[in-house]
C-alpha cells in the first residue's frame, strides 16, 4: 500500500502513513486529503478543505495577473526614400511609445528596385538607434525577412538609487552660507 506524509490544515504533522488510513483521518475531521507535493518521497499530502484550497489558489493567481505589466509592440514604418521631417515624426511618436514601456519595432519596407539600395534602410535604422539611445535599448539588431528589414527596441530599465539625495559634497557651501545670515 503507497505511503504519504500527511500534514493538518493548522501545519500539524501526523506523519507518513497510508493511503487509506491518512483518507480515513481526513474523513473523520470534516475535510479533504489534497495532494500538495506529489515529487517528494513520501508524497505530501493536507488535510484541509478543498473549496476552500480552491479558493484561494484562484485568488492569488488573480493576485499575480494583476500584478504582471503587459509590454505592447508598437510599429514605426518606414520606406528607403523616407524624408527627414516625416523621419522626425515618426521617431518622436517611437520615443513617446518607449517612454511608455511600450516596446517598438522599426520596419523598412522595401518595393521592386529598393530591394538593390538596402544600405540605405541600414543608414535608416542606425540613425533611429543613435536618436533613441537615451530612451530604448536594441532588443534585435536590424535583419531583413522578405522585403522588409526590422529591428525591435525595449525601453530602458531606469533604477533610482536607494539614497536619491545628493551627498553633502556636493552641495555649495557659498549658498548655503548666505542663506544662514
Not at 515529487?39 to 478543505?49: G, L, Q, S
Not at 530591394?115 to 535583419?143: C, F, N, S, Y
Not at 527596441?153 to 556636493?170: I, L, V
Request: proline letters at 6%.
Amino acid at each position: 500500500m503507497p505511503q504519504v506524509r500527511v500534514i493538518g490544515d493548522d501545519g500539524e504533522q501526523f506523519g507518513v502513513m497510508e493511503t487509506r488510513e491518512a483518507i480515513r483521518t481526513a474523513r473523520e475531521r470534516g475535510m479533504d486529503l489534497v495532494e500538495v507535493a506529489p515529487n517528494a518521497e513520501p508524497p505530501v499530502c493536507k488535510i484541509i478543505d478543498f473549496g476552500k484550497f480552491q479558493y484561494e489558489a484562484k485568488k492569488k493567481a488573480n493576485e499575480a495577473k494583476k500584478k504582471q505589466v503587459i509590454i505592447t509592440v508598437k510599429e514605426v514604418k518606414f520606406r528607403p526614400g523616407t524624408d527627414t521631417h516625416d523621419y522626425s515624426y515618426r521617431m518622436k511618436h517611437a520615443r513617446e511609445w518607449l517612454q511608455g514601456g511600450d516596446k517598438v519595432k522599426a520596419t523598412i519596407w522595401f518595393r521592386g528596385r529598393e530591394m538593390t539600395h538596402r544600405e540605405l534602410g541600414a543608414r535608416i535604422l542606425e540613425q533611429l538607434e543613435k536618436d533613441l539611445a537615451d530612451v530604448g535599448d536594441v532588443e534585435m539588431r536590424p535583419r531583413m525577412e522578405g522585403n522588409q528589414m526590422f529591428t525591435i527596441f525595449m525601453p530602458k530599465r531606469h533604477k533610482k538609487p536607494e539614497g536619491s539625495k545628493p551627498p553633502a559634497e556636493s552641495r555649495n557651501p557659498v549658498t548655503e552660507d548666505k542663506s544662514q545670515s
